[in-house]
């Protein structure tokens, strides 16, 4: 199965073709530079440049794979979550396009997409061998941790309650002068520097402060660690670059340290032997070496995406609808965006 995918569900324009679910023959990824200037990504600048761009960038993806229109036999774009206005400009075209072309049209959830990403890498095992597993999507948007179940169908852990960890990142780096996007910049502040543990509070959810069905202890809440930060600032604000590093390589260390631990217990839990991380946040050196320590004491297999695909990207929408996964035509045509699409367990 021949797939072109399009993701359009925040800030990146992006198409790509990819065979039988992981040979990428095209990835074409465009990352809006219009938000950086807003510190944040701003919604409606967002739709308006996917529109403008998208139709060049479908085009582009589909030369760059060298097997052309008639080479395709499946159209699939992210259909949430996401920006509704983003999400749309994707969607719609996808529905276009499989409407002209004739061809069936997929809906892919982007969430289940990050953790498929890992599959691209064309080193890693198939993922029916790495199944069941235990998957982690950590990026601006999300921090979901999920049982990939034998037969492929997703079950929610947990998720973070208040910020995505790349937006507790942004939002330091942002505190600390260091600019947008914030996660990139305070792993290399940060390298080399030896984490102090415990100078930031690591957010624990107590009780019943979980979304109804998920356990507390695989939550994460990095508000407060935000807010713990903004105090240091207010109250003793950094002197020098060498104090500004300290505090971004403790804050990171906090933000790393709940995601090692909250992927280790979901691992326990499950008894899973694989443990997949996709999402802009998973290039993070420091989660990398950490995760890497942690799953090889517990001979865990870690599969990591390849740099390239660990942002947002159209070939892990590509590489999913190929594997079967989604909702295929007739179906599809019926649906709209969906913001909040939670995955599917089935
Ligand atoms: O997956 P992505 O491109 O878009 C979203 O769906 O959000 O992820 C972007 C996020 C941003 O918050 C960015 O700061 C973070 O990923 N990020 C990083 C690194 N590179 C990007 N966070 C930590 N360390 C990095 N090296
Ligand atoms: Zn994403």
Redesign the pocket.
């Known amino acids: 199965m021949t797939v072109l995918g399009i993701e359009t569900?925040?800030?990146?324009t992006s198409a790509a073709v990819v065979r039988d679910g992981r040979e990428v023959l095209s990835c074409v990824v465009h990352t809006q530079p219009e938000h950086r200037r807003w510190g944040g990504v701003v919604p409606e600048l967002a739709s308006r440049c996917h529109a403008e761009r998208l139709p060049g960038i479908v085009r582009a993806a589909v030369e760059e794979s060298g097997v052309g229109w008639s080479g395709i036999d499946t159209i699939a774009a992210t259909r949430g979550p996401?920006l509704a206005s983003s999400l749309l400009v994707g969607w719609s075209m996808a529905k276009g396009v499989a409407l002209r072309t004739g061809l069936p049209l997929v809906a892919v959830n982007?969430i289940e997409a990050?953790l498929h990403s890992v599959f691209l890498d064309p080193a890693a095992p198939p993922p029916e061998a790495c199944r069941p597993m235990v998957g982690l999507a950590v990026?601006?948007?999300?921090t979901s941790l999920f049982f990939v179940r034998a037969g492929g169908g997703l079950e929610p852990l947990g998720r973070t309650v208040d910020d995505?960890?790349?937006?507790a990142?942004?939002k330091a780096?942002k505190l600390l002068g260091l600019g947008y996007?914030?996660?990139?910049v305070?792993?290399?502040v940060a390298r080399g520097l030896v984490p102090q543990e415990g100078v930031f509070p690591e957010g624990r959810l107590h009780g019943g402060a979980a979304p109804a069905g998920l356990d507390p202890e695989l939550c994460t809440s990095f508000s407060g660690l935000k807010t713990a930060l903004l105090h240091r600032v207010t109250s003793s604000p950094p002197r020098s670059e060498a104090e500004v590093a300290r505090l971004a390589c403790d804050y990171?260390a906090a933000v790393v340290g709940a995601l090692v631990r909250r992927c280790g217990l979901a691992l326990e839990r499950t008894g899973a032997r694989f443990l997949a991380v996709g999402?802009?946040?998973s290039?993070?050196?420091s989660?990398r070496a950490r995760l890497a320590a942690m799953c090889e004491t517990r001979g865990v297999r870690l599969l990591l995406a390849l740099p390239k695909h660990?942002?947002?990207n159209a070939a892990m929408i590509a590489g999913l609808a190929g594997t079967g996964r989604g909702v295929r035509s007739p179906e599809s045509f019926d649906l709209d965006v969906d913001p909040s699409w939670a995955v599917s367990s089935r």
């Open positions: 569900s925040c800030d990146e996401g982007h990050h990026s601006g948007g999300h995505a960890a790349g937006e990142l942004d780096a996007p914030g996660g990139p305070i792993d290399r990171q999402g802009g946040v290039l993070n050196s989660l660990c942002g947002d």
